[in-house]
C-alpha cells in the first residue's frame, strides 16, 4: 500500500527566506508524485507534478521539487518565499498503471511573516 | 472546460436528515475521487470510480456513506442519517489515465455542517 509522510505540520518563514517542505513516501510499485497547494476556503491546485524524465521538476512561481528514488523523497523547496505563499502544501503519490489513486500527506501549513 | 464542479458550495443540516452531495467531473476524465477533509484526519480518500464504475469503496466511514455515478459526467455522495461527525469539507476531483494523462483536478468543495 501506499503512504505519504509530511513530518512538518507547520513551517514559519520570514519572508523572502528559502523554504523546504519534506515528503517522504512508500510504494511496491513506480508512482508519480505531486505537490498540491491549498489556500484557505479553496480546492487543492496542483503546484508541481513529477510523471517522468527529469527528476527536478519547477512550477511557474518559483517552487520547484526533486524526485529521489533511493530516499524515496519529492521534497518542496522555494529560495524567497512571499506572502502570498503562505497556504497549506499536501504532498500526493499515485500508482503509475495501478490504480490511480491519489493518496495524500497530512500537509504542511506555511506561514510567511513580514 | 468549467473544471470540477461541485454542490452545494455549503450545507447545514439538522442530525438525521439525507444529505446528496453532487458532482460534475471534467469531460473526458475516466477517474472520479471523493475526499473528506477535517482537521483531525487531513484528506481521506472516500470512494473513487473508473469509467462510472466503483473501484475501491473501503474508505466510506460506514453504511450511512453511499456513492453512485450514473454517467460520465455525475455523480452523487449520500450521507443518510447524517450526524454531527460528518461535519467537514467533501472534495470530488477527477483525472484523465492513458493517453493525454492528467493529475487529479479539484472542485471547490461542499462544507457540510451537521447540527
Known amino acids: 500500500a501506499q503512504s505519504v509522510t509530511q513530518l512538518d505540520s507547520q513551517v514559519p518563514v520570514f519572508e523572502e527566506a528559502p523554504v523546504e517542505l519534506r515528503c517522504n513516501y512508500s510504494?511496491?510499485?513506480?508512482?508519480?508524485l505531486f505537490w498540491y497547494v491549498q489556500y484557505p476556503n479553496q480546492g487543492l491546485q496542483l503546484l508541481l507534478k513529477?510523471?517522468?524524465?527529469?527528476?527536478l521538476v519547477k512550477s511557474i512561481n518559483g517552487f520547484e521539487a526533486e524526485f529521489n528514488k533511493s530516499q524515496t523523497s519529492f521534497h518542496l523547496r522555494k529560495p524567497s518565499v512571499h506572502i502570498s505563499d503562505t497556504a497549506e502544501y499536501f504532498c500526493?503519490?499515485?500508482?503509475?498503471?495501478?490504480?490511480?489513486?491519489?493518496?495524500f500527506g497530512t500537509g504542511t501549513r506555511l506561514k510567511v511573516l513580514a | 472546460d468549467a473544471g470540477v464542479i461541485q454542490s452545494p458550495r455549503h450545507e447545514v443540516t439538522e442530525m438525521g436528515q439525507e444529505v446528496t452531495l453532487r458532482c460534475k467531473p471534467i469531460?473526458?476524465?475516466?477517474?472520479l475521487f471523493w475526499y473528506r477533509q477535517t482537521m483531525m484526519r487531513g484528506l481521506e480518500l472516500l470512494i473513487y470510480?473508473?469509467?462510472?464504475?466503483?473501484?475501491?469503496d473501503s474508505g466510506m466511514p460506514e453504511d450511512r456513506f453511499s456513492a453512485k455515478m450514473p454517467n460520465a459526467s455525475f455523480s452523487t455522495l449520500k450521507i443518510q442519517p447524517s450526524e454531527p461527525r460528518d461535519s467537514a469539507v467533501y472534495f470530488c476531483?477527477?483525472?484523465?489515465?492513458?493517453?493525454?494523462?492528467?493529475?487529479?483536478?479539484f472542485g471547490q468543495g461542499t462544507r457540510l455542517t451537521v447540527v
Open positions: 476531483a477527477s483525472s484523465k489515465t492513458g493517453t493525454g494523462f492528467t493529475e487529479a483536478f
Open positions: 510504494s511496491s510499485v513506480s508512482v508519480y
Open positions: 513529477y510523471l517522468s524524465g527529469s527528476t
Open positions: 500526493a503519490v499515485s500508482e503509475r498503471g495501478g490504480t490511480y489513486k491519489y493518496i
Open positions: 469531460s473526458g476524465h475516466d477517474y
Open positions: 470510480f473508473n469509467n462510472n464504475v466503483p473501484i475501491d
